[in-house]
């Protein structure tokens, strides 16, 4: 199993940047689907990014496409978010999620979403208009 620790969190005003961080140990890195989420105070958890093994796909939330980039460093064993233009509706708790590819072949078999196994345990994202 792998062990995710999130940081980077802050407080920034709106239109400003940061950058998370993730890392992960216990596990060889390169076998897990990586995600973020995040949840906002009284709301569910959102799915808010993802990228495959190689780094080679990612995918988006609408809400964050053309703001948000994910990326991930196999050598450095860390998934990264860049967010940038940020909105105060970004405000969240953002966590960092892994799926190994075991589950992840079962899901893309059957169809079903990808229910990731792994979870960091949060960083404070807070953006003030």
């Known amino acids: 199993q792998v062990q995710l620790v999130e940081s980077g969190g802050g407080l920034v005003q709106a239109g400003g940047s940061l950058s998370l961080s993730c890392a992960a140990s216990?596990?060889?890195?390169?076998?897990?689907?990586m995600g973020w989420f995040r949840q906002a105070p009284g709301k569910e958890r959102e799915f808010v990014a993802s990228?495959?093994?190689?780094?080679?796909?990612?995918d988006y939330v609408d809400s964050v496409k053309g703001r948000f980039t994910i990326s991930r460093d196999n050598d450095q064993n860390a998934v990264y978010l860049q967010m940038n233009n940020l909105k105060p509706e970004d405000t969240a708790i953002y966590y960092c999620?892994?799926?190994?590819?075991?589950?992840?072949?079962?899901?893309?078999?059957?169809?079903?979403?990808?229910?990731?196994?792994?979870w960091g345990q949060g960083t404070q994202v807070t953006v003030s208009s």
């Open positions: 999620a892994a799926l190994s590819a075991s589950r992840w072949a079962v899901a893309v078999t059957s169809g079903s979403g990808y229910e990731f196994e792994y």
């Open positions: 216990g596990d060889t890195f390169s076998n897990y689907f």
């Open positions: 990228i495959s093994f190689s780094g080679g796909d990612t």
